[in-house]
């Protein structure tokens, strides 16, 4: 059943009586999306499944401890959150897909993640600093995408994509911890995971002074910062990729050569979905943005990117 936005904006402690207006921006896969306005201020208001929420407030209230900027967080319930709405906001504004092939915009984007991976690495090298952390190295809602790797995951979407007879998958399946231990001896950070235009704010000013702040920390995990900055490039286009590069600076060659073959496998077990089930996926569903993974089997890449993985985590265990 929907749910009715004004119990929950009353929950937040806005008075249903000063809302002007009500409109659905997005109702999908579980997930609802209002723009609310009131005589004072325009929110919009996120009604997500109950272990997304968690996530994304728990993601919201540790980068705001940490310093890192994001969109201004009015208040959440436990399914709901209360943000700034881009469209009427003063100092932002939502990107639109040209500006994923701007040099400023890449410029933008690199300082913010400059400033979030600098915080997460701190984080997790000194895990008890501040008291921010509840236990262990890093809070129990952060995961890494290698977490889902394993011997039986990776033989399932070997299945799962027909390519079963591919000797890939038993070297993958033979070295997966060997190359995830080696992930763990470098320096992690926190990685967004989810890199695209549409999750991105802009400042209103142009040129060098432009800021970003990405948002929907829903996948927020712990990662290499090679493996942020590929998502993050992958998604941009043109100069604003160049400039990307260039104003977040060197990131330890190590880390690309490990995230490598990693990413590849990553992809196809989330592009074959469950895969467990040892069901075939058909090429006529299997995902366009996952092809060019699947293609790296075929031709023998995801092998040749293993086989230098597994020697640099054999070299430096």
Known sequence: M?????????????????????????ERHGHLIWRIVTPERSYILKWLPEAEASVEIKAYSLLQRLGVPTLPLYGHTAQALLLEDLAWSDKWRL?????????????????WYRVFHQAGEALLRVPLAAGLLAQGDCPGFLKSETDEL?????????????LADHPVWDLAANHI??????????????????????????SHQEGDQQEAIIFDYHL????????????????LSGDAVVAFWAAYGHVDPR????????????????ASGPAGAGRSTSLSEFPKWAEESRQRVINGCLERDLVAAIQL???SG
């Not at 092939?101 to 933008?108: E, H, L, M």
């Not at 911890?177 to 802009?202: I, M």
């Open 255 to 270: 880390e690309e050569k490990l995230d490598r073959p990693l990413a590849t496998l990553y992809a196809l077990h989330v």
């Open 150 to 162: 394993d011997p039986a995951s990776i033989l399932a979407t070997g299945r799962a994509l027909a």
């Open 2 to 26: 929907t749910p009715d936005p004004r119990p929950i904006i009353q929950a937040l402690g806005i008075d249903p009586a000063a809302i002007r207006l009500v409109d659905t921006l997005s």
């Open 177 to 202: 911890e060997l190359l995830k231990a080696a992930v763990n001896r470098q320096s992690l950070t926190l990685n967004y995971n989810d890199f695209h235009w549409t999750n991105l704010a802009l």
């Open 220 to 235: 927020l995990g712990v990662g290499m910062r090679y493996s942020d900055c590929r998502n993050v490039a992958g998604s």
């Open 95 to 111: 990107a639109v897909q040209a500006d994923s092939a701007k040099s400023q915009v890449g410029r933008a984007v690199a300082r």
């Open 313 to 315: 985590a054999q070299s």
